[in-house]
């Protein structure tokens, strides 16, 4: 109860993927195995680039901090999700869920970021070759890496604020298996719409304006790659852009599905799987794409598995 005498929610609950028990079961067991196949590559990635030195280059290093920052962003949510999968009663405190969405939102803004600076590499690497040593030093490459989190941190810290301020009298269940925006705001029990549509602006324009940039950085991209007589330069350099617009196909189509388009007419399940596949599917998906298509960390990928089987005692 608080002072005027209305119960407040301390606690909500996550539905997440309701189902019979034998359901949950199968998709707790893929859940898991996609959060485990995803810290393995992710880690591998990191421990590729730290430990060849070949790898010690402005486009491997913001490539380690992007899988650093994909294991963080399924771990804001993934481990409450299996929890919430083996649970009875599927709940979440109040702070804990506010925690969730603002980690969420935050790292999933940093990750737009961390796009527009790989593309942003990869444009200085294609079209201004001779320059691109002084230009994407070690000191310029941390400045970037750095703005990344800490713009990425700061966006939505306001509006998620004062998100959770507002009064939260019950009904307390969340249709969803994560703490979003709209599920919160409809809990609310003297909703602010203007709150909303600054979220969601906000979100909008992040979005837009960082794919609007990804996309204009890999026009220039194309057309000095088309310009190599080389067939065997336009292939490597199709190669190395062509792993980064897979990931930010996967990542923008999704949540632009989600926070930009309308979604009004979208179902609930359809709400739940968009999320599910840029949360949990993509981050799984880009160790993948990355050493497949990239000759020199498949190298060192070998390596570190290598590695890790020697020291291993006999």
Request: charged share 10%; glycine share 6%.
């Amino acid at each position: 109860m608080n002072k005027s005498g209305i119960s407040t929610v301390t606690q909500f609950v996550l539905l997440g993927f309701p189902g019979p028990w034998k359901i949950q079961i199968i998709i707790f067991s893929m859940v898991l195995l996609v959060y485990i196949l995803t810290l393995t590559g992710n880690m591998a990635i990191i421990c590729a680039v730290r430990w060849d030195h070949r790898l010690h280059t402005p486009m491997y290093v913001l490539l380690a901090n992007f899988s650093f920052l994909e294991i963080w962003y399924v771990t804001c949510t993934v481990p409450n999700m299996l929890v919430n999968f083996l649970s009875k009663t599927k709940t979440i405190s109040f702070s804990g869920c506010f925690t969730q969405f603002y980690f969420f939102f935050s790292l999933g803004t940093t990750e737009c970021f961390f796009l527009c600076v790989m593309a942003y590499d990869r444009y200085l690497a294609i079209c201004r070759p001779l320059h691109y040593p002084s230009i994407m030093t070690g000191k310029l490459c941390v400045i970037l890496v750095c703005l990344c989190w800490l713009i990425g941190f700061l966006g939505h810290a306001i509006t998620i604020f004062f998100i959770s301020q507002l009064p939260f009298c019950g009904p307390n269940i969340i249709d969803h298996f994560l703490c979003d925006v709209d599920p919160l705001m409809a809990l609310s029990c003297a909703p602010t719409p203007i709150i909303e549509y600054v979220f969601h602006f906000v979100s909008s324009l992040i979005i837009i304006l960082t794919i609007l940039y990804i996309i204009g950085s890999y026009a220039l991209v194309l057309r000095a790659v088309l310009q190599v007589p080389s067939s065997a330069g336009r292939q490597k350099a199709f190669s190395t852009c062509g792993s980064h617009l897979v990931v930010v196909s996967l990542f923008y189509g999704t949540i632009m599905v989600m926070y930009v388009s309308p979604t009004s007419g979208n179902s609930v399940a359809m709400y739940k799987i968009i999320t599910l596949i840029y949360s949990v599917v993509t981050p799984v998906l880009n160790p993948l794409i990355y050493s497949l298509r990239n000759r020199e960390m498949k190298f060192a990928l070998r390596q570190v598995i290598c590695g890790i089987r020697i020291i291993q005692p006999s």
